[in-house]
């Protein structure tokens, strides 16, 4: 069943994000900030300010490269991918997956048939 899926969850990756490239994005306030370090003297009153942007400023670089980190998605990337990435990746294209009860009459052990999961995708429904 984890190949199926994966092979699923790939399969929706490379759709969506396989020709796309990362968004480049500047944050909002780097004009401001480097004012800021231009008239900053040590100790002097605006220390904090340029703390807490430059702090926001990380912040907003981290989500920027979250919301990258699929663009351009390969599946020799989905390879070199923690559990974390993977996890993430899944999330961006699934919704659930449903596994559906075996028919009367049919063993427990027999070979796996796709036909009873369903994986349903996000914009899907």
């Known amino acids: 069943m984890d190949t199926y899926v994966e092979s699923v969850v790939l399969t929706e990756l490379e759709r969506r ?3 796309t490239g990362p968004v480049d994005r500047r944050y909002p306030g780097e004009e401001q900030l480097a004012e800021l370090r231009a008239r900053h003297q ?4 605006i220390r904090n300010l340029i703390h807490d942007m430059e702090r926001e ?3 907003f670089l981290a989500r920027l490269a979250e919301e990258n980190f699929l663009a351009g998605f390969t599946r020799e990337r989905w ?3 923690d559990t974390r990435r993977r ?11 449903v596994v559906h009860p075996l ?9 796996f ?3 009873f999961i369903e994986v349903v995708l996000r914009g899907d429904d």
């Open 17 to 19: 994000f396989g020709g």
């Open 113 to 115: 048939d796709p036909a």
């Open 57 to 59: 400023r990380e912040q």
């Open 79 to 81: 390879i070199l991918f």
């Open 42 to 45: 040590p100790g002097g009153p």
């Open 103 to 111: 028919p009367k009459g049919r063993p427990r052990n027999a070979p």
């Open 87 to 97: 996890r993430g990746a899944v999330s961006a294209v699934v919704k659930e997956i």
